[in-house]
T-cell receptor, first 117, second 113 residues
Framework: AQKVTQTQTSISVVEKTTVTMDCVYETRDSSYFLFWYKQTASGEIVFLIRQDSYKKENATVGHYSLNFQKPKSSIGLIITATQIEDSAVYFCAMREGQAGNTGKLIFGLGTTLQVQP | EAAVTQSPRSKVAVTGGKVTLSCHQTNNHDYMYWYRQDTGHGLRLIHYSYVADSTEKGDIPDGYKASRPSQENFSLILELASLSQTAVYFC????????????FGKGTRLTVV
């Protein structure tokens, strides 16, 4: 069965440092897509970055990058030069590429990031 | 910019009453979803739809119905609201291409009393 696990409940870092958030997933699909979303204090859920399973290169968008380790079924989110406004809840999610036609996202439970001055 | 609009943004409902949450998207997306968010449970899929006039059960469909009368509109219906359905509900939409992102509405905070 599909599953996404985020083991870190919360992380606290000092501003301008780098933080890594962990995520592992389970799927029987050979093709799948991995996403990271951010939920702000207002509750809004915003897409950050994605990794397609067939791509070997780690995705990078702005100060977000991914550490995709396919043999370990792991997709870590790296935020460099953190800012106070990066404080939020971060969700890892997976979408299977072949199983059925649902297109649904399976989410992890989220990691709360607090960036302190 | 993709747009998913939910209404109402918050609601207080009486136990046993009927509640309808509405969602409208202007993205011309095929897929639409209803998720529920509770503290400690992350986001869980209630119902989804990939074409108008058809809905599918998600992971936690009990106590909920869904309706997709058009490509743009997707409603979540609680026929007999219960205290356990107090939560934040998110509607979302996406293109049929599975590597594209899912766009979320701003959520509806439902309190059942």
């Amino acid at each position: 069965a599909q599953k996404v696990t985020q083991t870190q409940t919360s992380i606290s870092v000092v501003e301008k440092t780098t933080v890594t958030m962990d995520c592992v997933y389970e799927t029987r699909d050979s093709s799948y897509f991995l996403f990271w979303y951010k939920q702000t204090a207002s509750g809004e859920i915003v897409f950050l970055i994605r990794q397609d399973s067939y791509k070997k290169e780690n995705a990078t968008v702005g100060h977000y990058s991914l550490n995709f380790q396919k043999p370990k079924s792991s997709i870590g989110l790296i935020i460099t030069a953190t800012q106070i406004e990066d404080s939020a809840v971060y969700f890892c999610a997976m979408r299977e590429g072949q199983a059925g036609n649902t297109g649904k996202l399976i989410f992890g439970l989220g990691t709360t990031l607090q960036v302190q001055p | 910019e993709a747009a998913v609009t939910q209404s109402p943004r918050s609601k207080v409902a009486v136990t046993g009453g009927k509640v309808t949450l509405s969602c409208h998207q202007t993205n011309n997306h095929d897929y639409m979803y209803w998720y529920r968010q509770d503290t400690g449970h992350g986001l869980r899929l209630i119902h989804y739809s990939y074409v108008a006039d058809s809905t599918e059960k998600g992971d936690i469909p009990d106590g909920y119905k869904a309706s997709r009368p058009s490509q743009e509109n997707f409603s979540l219906i609680l026929e007999l609201a219960s205290l356990s359905q107090t939560a934040v509900y998110f509607c979302a939409s996406s293109d049929r291409t599975k590597n594209t992102e899912v766009f979320f509405g701003k959520g509806t905070r439902l309190t059942v009393v």
